[in-house]
């Protein structure tokens, strides 16, 4: 009699199924007796399975948020005490013929955006990197560096150019150092001592 899928005559076992024996690997082929099918992946699972840190957004999060509010008036702070004591035109962007609150209020926001931004690249740096500290601090290098450098390349007095890029340069690298070591800290706290 030919083989059926409820197995031969005489036999307790049912026949092999042609697909079983095609696509299973023969460590995994041998089943143990008294063994549930979910049983023989509870060991795979604990091994790959990683215990995933508990990432610290609440910490990043309060911290660019208070960095975005502080740096933004202090920004508009010293534009309005550079535009009206010293007569430097800060930002050089704003130009010579905008009022003081226009040219304060920009720039304000221009930090404030710029700040928030920069909280949420850490975010998923966080989320996705394997290093998110060192590649933060790579890539807000990079942009405040940039950041420092474009007003001095703008028409415009020469102080005003140097100012803006000293504004900008500080206050930048102020929030890169303020967001890498919350991060840091909060990060070796939750792993604790070893």
Known sequence: MPDSSFGRPGRSRPAARPWERSFRCPSTAVRGRGEAPARRFEEF?????????????????????????????????????????FGIEVPVFAGTDVAVEGAATSYALCVLAATVQGTALMHLLLAGAARPVRAFAFIGGLAVALMAVVPLLLNGPPAARVVTAGINLAGGSAVVVLLCAVVSASMAFRRGPR
């Open 45 to 85: 699972v604990a091994l790959h399975a990683e215990d995933e840190p508990e990432l610290p957004l609440r910490q990043l999060w309060w911290t660019g948020l208070s960095c975005a509010v502080g740096g933004s008036l202090l920004t508009f702070a010293a534009v309005f005490a550079l535009r009206g004591m």
